[in-house]
């Protein structure tokens, strides 16, 4: 008699996981045909709401009074920090004082050279530091 020898049993392959869906693709929409219906005529577009208008910054609009070295180039009168800005610009574009290669860069002349701290170039993004110093 021969034993039999028990059988392991087998096994069994763990379920396989769903492989994810790929997201359907949408097909593309089809080309109208040459002799499309004529399209309707758009509707008049509602009336769209008045934005609220934006109220400057009362930070900004305060009148500030410019150094005896500021004046030479905006005046004495008092005026607003943007408008101080305005008006270097207005002189900076007059007496072409923008670096012909670098245009960040401002070269000053007499008048600015006082007011950006006797450097002869300055960058027009330290330009605003410097005026921050003349303005009170």
Request: proline share 7%.
């Amino acid at each position: 008699m021969a034993t039999k020898k028990a059988k392991k049993p087998a096994k069994k392959a763990a379920p396989k996981k769903a492989a994810p869906k790929k997201a359907a693709k949408k097909a593309a929409p089809k080309k109208a045909a040459k002799k499309a219906a004529p399209k309707k005529a758009a509707k008049k577009a509602a009336p769209k709401k008045a934005k609220a208008k934006r109220k400057p910054n009362a930070a900004f609009m305060k009148a500030l009074t410019p150094s005896a070295a500021l004046a030479a180039v905006v005046g004495a009168k008092a005026l607003p920090r943007t408008e101080a800005v305005k008006q270097i610009w207005a002189y900076i574009r007059k007496n072409k004082l923008q670096d012909s290669k670098n245009r960040r860069m401002i070269n000053a002349d007499d008048k600015l050279k006082v007011v950006f701290g006797g450097k002869g170039q300055v960058s027009m993004f330290d330009m605003a530091k410097h005026l921050s110093k003349h303005l009170s």
